[in-house]
């Protein structure tokens, strides 16, 4: 799949976290704002972003869950 790898590794981390204000806007919105300004970047169609957005957004919202348990483990 490889628009998926290409969307996947041009994921502006610093930009999500920009759309990330309070308890307004959650991360999944977050990435879903990402991918679909990506999509449009690289000129793919709305049901390719949608395709995208259901794979991607649980996958690294699962990456943000793993890091972050990591991360708790480690101040133990």
Known sequence: MGNFD???NDIDWAGIQNNISGYDVSLARAFDKEIKELCTKYGLLSD???TLAS???PL???EVIQNSKEEWNRDD
Do not use: D, H, R
């Open 6 to 8: 290409i969307i996947k």
């Open 48 to 50: 390719e972003y949608k």
């Open 55 to 57: 794979y991607l957004i």
């Open 60 to 62: 690294l919202l699962n």
